[in-house]
């Protein structure tokens, strides 16, 4: 923890890099996080100069492609990539989004068969099939070349594929490797990059300008943050440079999505998951699942401002389900109390929102969830889990998966997704509470509050948070600074909005500021500062925001816990 006196300008950026593990020599670099300094060299990926050679012939050669994506903005995001690309490059390609609720995840047999019926001799996958056995063997049986490109787990025996580019691939050097925390967009990136350089060397720009690959990178950046990717090494630049793209506005379709998102300020790392990004899966989660993609691709105004404007009302629709299905899952966590991991399972439970609640349970109880969505049609269940740092929930549903647990199954470190018959449920749990036991265990042993800094109220300033701001972009893998304040007595606390607590804290040195701490009013802190800290000092964690509601900006405290300072 670092007194706010002992540190300004340069020194606050550099100490904040090196208490993520920034090595002093390598700070110049981490300062300003380019894609010059951190891109790799496409060609080091798997299959990655197998893939673009198969592209680069089927735009010369003006083939059918369909780019297949998946249904949430990783999905989304990564599609638009390479339909933009296709689209500078001169070559209209498809696209086909499957139906959560009708198709379920990845790619399905039917689906890729039709699709090759229907004249594509090359699909390309984004965001799903690296486990897509028996779809990818079907297209392989009836003459289509597939191109995978994804993120999630593999396993040691790979589809068949013309070309399966994955960082995630148990084959892969060590430079690829090092890659794994990339979000299926940010592998669709080095792609393009691959693509484009493929085609130059076959002299396909001697007659043409060649596409501005930096444009897209407003979509690398949404689809990187919205899927909860390490923001560490290439995703940092990624996101760096691509929200800068994102405040030139450039693509017709993210800037109406900006508009209805009410943001008067050039979009922020926070804004992409928690008001871009959940605009984008609404339509995945509740309503089509095409929407996302027809909404970043567009170039009419129009289009783009209907869809988004659809995308915001299912995004509310989604909100109204997600409390049905939480309030229904939390009622089952008194009889899991000792379990290391949640499994929670229902009858109606709408699939679309099982993901968010899954995170939501995570957020309330610091341990791994699964939520399960059970079909009384077919008898199984389709469920989605969010993990904790240090639990690899996604190793773990694979394991499962090959031990005949499941149905179907598979995802990343810090989400998976599930398909299992609802007889196999409460063997799944234990065998789930026996596997990650330890695991769990040990991650939440290590679990502490960590500081960057302490100070006096009079010291959140907006120019604090400015300089604070210096050394992101922030995310998983790279926290946002957090900053104790105090010693303050509380002038004022109270319940706004929907379980949110609100503080208004004044220090000795005559300054106060406001404090909130979103769906917190009923937890334990939540509760004593509502109603034991009348007449004590405490000391107020948290990170550090700009409120810009008002006629002038103000620095605030979004709160993450408090303790007694007497």
């Given amino acids: 923890m670092h007194l706010a ?18 090595a002093r020599e390598d700070l110049t670099r981490q300062r300003d996080p380019s894609l010059r ?32 994506g998946d249904y949430d903005v990783d999905g989304a995001t990564s599609a638009a990539l390479l339909l933009r690309l296709m689209r500078m490059l001169g070559h209209e390609a498809g696209y086909y989004i499957p139906d959560r609720l009708l198709e379920g ?51 040691a025996e790979l589809p068949r594929s013309y070309a399966l580019v994955n960082p995630n691939r148990l084959d892969e050097n060590d430079i690829a490797a090092s ?7 940010g592998v669709a990136f080095l792609l393009a990059i691959a693509v484009v350089r493929t085609l130059r060397q076959r002299g396909f720009f001697e007659s043409r300008t060649e596409p501005d690959l930096f444009a897209l990178l407003d ?64 339509g995945g989660r509740v309503g089509e699942s095409t929407l996302g993609v027809r909404l970043l691709t567009t170039e009419d105004p129009d289009e783009a401002r209907a869809i988004a404007e659809q995308l915001s009302q299912l995004n509310e629709e989604r909100r109204g389900i997600e409390a049905a299905v939480q309030q229904a899952a939390e009622e089952q966590l008194a009889a ?42 077919d008898g199984q269940g389709k469920g989605s889990g969010r993990s904790i740092s240090g639990v690899d929930l996604g190793a773990a549903i694979i394991a499962a998966r090959e031990n005949g647990m499941l149905v179907a199954g598979g995802g990343h470190a810090m989400a998976a997704g599930l398909t ?3 007889g196999q449920i409460d063997a799944f ?84 500021f406001k404090a909130i701490a979103f769906r917190a009013a009923e937890s334990a802190m939540g509760q004593t500062i509502l109603h034991g800290a009348r007449g004590r000092k405490l000391w107020l964690a948290g990170r550090a925001k700009i409120d810009d509601w008002g006629a002038r900006p103000a620095a605030e405290l979004h709160l993450e816990d408090a303790a007694w300072a007497d």
């Avoid at 090359?122 to 099939?129: I, K, P, R, S």
């Avoid at 709408?350 to 899954?358: C, L, N, S």
Wanted: glycine share 10%; hydrophobic share 50%.
């Fill in 179 to 185: 890659h794994g925390h990339l979000a299926a967009v």
């Fill in 5 to 22: 006196d002992s540190v300004s300008g340069d020194g606050l950026v550099d100490q904040l890099l090196l208490a993520r593990g920034v």
């Fill in 219 to 282: 979509l690398v950046a949404l689809g990187t943050v919205a899927d909860v990717a390490a923001i560490k090494g290439l995703n940092r630049a990624f996101v760096a440079q691509g929200l800068k793209v994102m405040a030139r506005r450039a693509n017709t379709g993210m800037s109406a999505l900006i508009d209805v998102s009410r943001l008067k300020r050039a979009p922020q790392c926070s804004d992409c998951g928690f008001a871009l990004g959940p605009r984008i899966n609404a």
């Fill in 420 to 422: 299992i018959e609802a």
């Fill in 37 to 68: 300094a951190f891109l790799p060299d496409p060609s080091q990926f798997s299959d990655m100069d197998r893939a673009a050679e198969r592209i680069a012939e089927a735009v010369i050669a003006n083939e059918r492609v369909t780019i297949y």
């Fill in 105 to 155: 995840y990845g790619p399905s047999a039917e689906a890729l068969v039709a699709l090759g019926k229907a004249g594509s001799s090359l699909v390309v996958t984004v965001d799903c099939g690296a486990m897509a056995y028996e779809a990818l063997g079907a297209a392989h049986d009836a003459g289509i070349d597939v191109i995978v490109v994804d993120h999630h787990k593999c396993a």
């Fill in 336 to 377: 899991q109390h000792n379990r290391a991991v949640h499994l929670l399972a229902g009858h109606g439970w709408h699939p679309g929102v099982i993901g968010i609640v899954a995170g939501r349970i995570k957020e309330k109880t610091g341990k791994p969830s699964i939520v399960i969505a059970l079909d009384s049609k």
């Fill in 429 to 512: 749990a234990e065998w789930l509470n026996d596997h990650l036991a330890d695991a769990v265990a040990r991650a939440s042993a290590n679990q502490s509050l960590k500081l960057d800094l302490a100070l006096a109220p009079r010291g959140l300033t907006p120019g604090l948070v400015e300089e604070l701001e210096r050394a992101g972009p922030f995310g998983v893998g790279w926290p946002a600074p957090r900053i104790a304040v105090g010693p303050v007595r509380l002038v004022k606390a109270d319940i706004v909005g929907t379980d949110h607590l609100r503080v208004i804290a004044a220090g000795d040195d005559g300054a106060s």
